[in-house]
T-cell receptor, first 114, second 111 residues
Framework: DAGITQSPRHKVTETGTPVTLRCHQTENHRYMYWYRQDPGHGLRLIHYSYGVKDTDKGEVSDGYSVSRSKTEDFLLTLESATSSQTSVYFC?????????????FGSGTQLSVL | GQQLNQSPQSMFIQEGEDVSMNCTSSSIFNTWLWYKQDPGEGPVLLIALYKAGELTSNGRLTAQFGITRKDSFLNISASIPSDVGIYFCAGINTNAGKSTFGDGTTLTVKP
C-alpha cells in the first residue's frame, strides 16, 4: 500500500459538466502524476507535479487542468467533460528521487461521460 | 514522441508454462521498469532495471535490460493462476524526464 487514495472511485457525468478527481497521498512525496488508461493505449501521462504549485503537462493534457496547493493533494479537473474523456484515471507518486521512477499507483477512478 | 512496442498483445497459456514478453523502442532508455496490473487495480512495480545488459529476478520473474538499451524482456517461469493480469513495460529517458509505457500484455493462465 503506497498511501494513495483516489476519489471518487466511480463517476458518471454528463457532457459539458465540470469534474474534479482527487488524489491524496500520506507519504509526503514530491512527485505526483495523473494518467489515463484506455484499451489499446496503455497508460498516458496527463499532467504531473514536482511540488506545491509546480505542475507541467504530459502527452495528453488538452481538456485537463491540475492543481496542487498542498503536498498531499493533487487535483485533476475536466473543465467541460467530453465523451472522449471516458476512461480510467490513475494517480501515481514516485518514491525515487528521479522524476517518473518507480511509480506507485492508486486504485483508479472509472469516469464515464455520457 | 517516444513509443514502445510491447508484444505479444495477449497470451493464453496453461498453468505451469513459462512466459516471455518484450518491449522494443526506436529510442534509447536509461531505465526499464516492468509493472503488473490486476483487474480493478492500479499497476504495481515488479522489477526495475538501470544498466544495459542487467538481468534481475523477483521470484519467478526475470527481466533483462537489452544491451542496445532499446529493448527489455520479461520472463515468468512456471506460471500460476495468480499471474493473470496486464503486464506493462515502461522506459525512462532521464534527459526527457518522463517515462513511456507500452500498451501492455494481457496474460491469461488456464488451470
Amino acid at each position: 500500500d503506497a498511501g494513495i487514495t483516489q476519489s471518487p472511485r466511480h463517476k458518471v457525468t454528463e457532457t459539458g459538466t465540470p469534474v474534479t478527481l482527487r488524489c491524496h497521498q500520506t507519504e509526503n512525496h514530491r512527485y505526483m502524476y495523473w494518467y489515463r488508461q484506455d484499451p489499446g493505449h496503455g497508460l498516458r501521462l496527463i499532467h504531473y507535479s514536482y511540488g506545491v504549485k509546480d505542475t507541467d503537462k504530459g502527452e495528453v493534457s488538452d481538456g485537463y487542468s491540475v492543481s496542487r496547493s498542498k503536498t498531499e493533494d493533487f487535483l485533476l479537473t475536466l473543465e467541460s467533460a467530453t465523451s472522449s474523456q471516458t476512461s480510467v484515471y490513475f494517480c501515481a507518486i514516485s518514491r525515487a528521487t528521479g522524476i517518473n521512477e518507480k511509480l506507485f499507483f492508486g486504485s483508479g477512478t472509472q469516469l464515464s461521460v455520457l | 514522441g517516444q513509443q514502445l512496442n510491447q508484444s505479444p498483445q495477449s497470451m493464453f497459456i496453461q498453468e505451469g508454462e513459462d512466459v516471455s514478453m518484450n518491449c522494443t523502442s526506436s529510442s534509447i532508455f536509461n531505465t526499464w521498469l516492468w509493472y503488473k496490473q490486476d483487474p480493478g487495480e492500479g499497476p504495481v512495480l515488479l522489477i526495475a532495471l538501470y544498466k544495459a545488459g542487467e538481468l534481475t529476478s523477483n521470484g519467478r520473474l526475470t527481466a533483462q535490460f537489452g544491451i542496445t538499451r532499446k529493448d527489455s524482456f520479461l520472463n515468468i517461469s512456471a506460471s500460476i493462476p495468480s499471474d493473470v493480469g496486464i503486464y506493462f513495460c515502461a522506459g525512462i529517458n532521464t534527459n526527457a524526464g518522463k517515462s513511456t509505457f507500452g500498451d501492455g500484455t494481457t496474460l491469461t493462465v488456464k488451470p
